[in-house]
């Protein structure tokens, strides 16, 4: 079941590919995914009980690679056991991945960056990642740090939450009366439209070599954001500059 991914192009360690046809990074819709089944968990969970669903995550995948293209990387907060997760997820037979706990890393961001990073660097060059419940503003950053997708579905999410998500902001609407009586579907709505337009964003800014201007631009955004900017250039550049552009 093992998706072809092709890379195509790179603006830094962000990559312009193509799998099952379509240009990355892009959306992925959970209803389109064969994800395989895994043993989900807390993010910050005592260190056996991480073990624990890692084992029952590779177990799983494994009864199920013939039915299934999609495997999720478990391990919570010890980045070892994410590690160990993706190169035993590697050797089953997956090559495309969505990192779990997505909205816990996003309010950790030397947590992020170290996750990412290490990821990236100890994966196969052919595998591709996606990232879960995605604040539309750290879109741009985590491409950069070579992320190839994000979940369409944390639009639902924030929905539920009564939250419209912006390019810049994510606003609540109990306090923002941006619309008045939106339904949750027309919210979702727009929280889709709005990351389809900064994905738009991201391939203009990828095919003309600025990437690095929008993540810098997007960055004032959060604390989060800027946060996990200075991280990653204190922490990553070596990664940073493999794939850069000299001029």
């Not at 929280?191 to 337009?197: C, H, L, P």
């Not at 095919?207 to 991280?231: A, C, F, W, Y």
Request: overall charge negative; charged content about 25%; glycine content about 4%.
């Amino acid at each position: 079941m093992i998706k072809k991914f092709e890379i195509k192009s790179h603006d830094g360690p962000g990559r312009v590919g193509k799998v099952d046809g379509e240009i990355t990074p892009k959306l992925f819709f959970k209803k389109d995914l064969k994800i395989a089944p895994n043993e989900g968990s807390a993010y910050n969970i005592d260190r056996e009980i991480a073990e624990f669903n890692v084992k029952e995550t590779l177990r799983l995948a494994k009864e199920n690679v013939d039915y299934c293209d999609i495997a999720v990387i478990q391990g919570s907060k010890y980045i070892d056991l994410r590690v160990e997760c993706l190169k035993q997820l590697e050797e089953i037979g997956y090559n495309g991945f969505i990192i779990a706990n997505g909205d816990a890393l996003l309010t950790n961001p030397r947590d992020l960056v170290e996750l990412v990073v290490t990821l990236k660097k100890e994966a196969n060059k052919t595998s591709y990642f996606i990232f879960s419940f995605t604040e539309i503003s750290f879109m741009p950053i985590l491409t950069y740090m070579g992320i190839d997708g994000f979940l369409a579905d944390s639009a639902n999410y924030y929905s539920h939450l009564n939250v419209l998500q912006t390019p810049t902001k994510s606003y609540d609407l109990n306090t923002y009366h941006i619309y008045e009586d939106i339904s949750q579907e027309e919210l979702e709505t727009k929280n889709i439209e709005n990351m389809e337009f900064v994905l738009k964003e991201i391939h203009a800014h990828m095919k003309n070599r600025s990437l690095r201007n929008l993540v810098e631009e997007r960055s004032g955004t959060t604390p989060q954001n800027i946060s996990t900017l200075k991280i990653l250039d204190r922490t990553a550049m070596d990664y940073l500059l493999e794939f850069t552009q000299l001029f």
